[in-house]
């Protein structure tokens, strides 16, 4: 196992779903009603906040840009409870920060905040 496993699985897993798609195009379900004026708003939306939480990555580190980009996303997708928001936005960055730094020994964007591990 080496540093290559994980992007060549994801690789493969892609490039499985995309011939899926190409075999399939119209799947079990007709997607004519996702083709509407508010769910490309969406899609744009939810690109923009994408590109957004790339651009400030660095600067802001992984922590706190994870952590905002998670309030944004869920707030995009219609989640109004603050508790929900909160209780998804501040432990799934740490737990991923841990597992990449501490298991993965691999390092993440520290930016303005940094952890002792």
Same mark, same amino acid.
């Given at each position: 196992?080496?540093? =290559? %496993?994980?992007? *060549? ?8 779903? &995309? ?8 799947? +079990?379900?007709? %997607?004519? /009603? ?5 769910? +490309? +708003?969406?899609? /744009? !939306? ?9 651009? *400030? @990555?660095? /600067? %802001?580190?992984?922590?706190? &840009? *994870? ?12 989640? +109004? =409870? !603050? !508790?929900?928001? @909160? ?6 960055? @740490? ?8 298991? %993965?020994?691999?390092?993440?964007? *520290? /930016?303005?905040?940094? @952890?002792? !591990?």
């Amino acid at each position: 196992v080496g540093p =290559r %496993l994980f992007p *060549t699985l994801a690789g493969l897993f892609c490039a499985l779903m &995309g011939l899926l798609l190409a075999l399939f195009p119209e799947g +079990r379900n007709n %997607l004519a /009603g996702l083709a509407t004026r508010d769910s +490309r +708003r969406n899609v /744009g !939306w939810l690109l923009a906040l994408s590109v957004g939480y790339v651009a *400030t @990555l660095q /600067g %802001l580190g992984f922590l706190l &840009g *994870t952590a905002a980009a998670l309030v944004l996303y869920l707030l995009a997708f219609g989640e +109004r =409870r !603050w !508790w929900v928001i @909160l209780v998804i936005a501040v432990p799934v960055p @740490l737990l991923i920060e841990a597992a990449f730094v501490r298991l %993965l020994l691999l390092e993440l964007p *520290t /930016g303005l905040l940094s @952890l002792p !591990w």
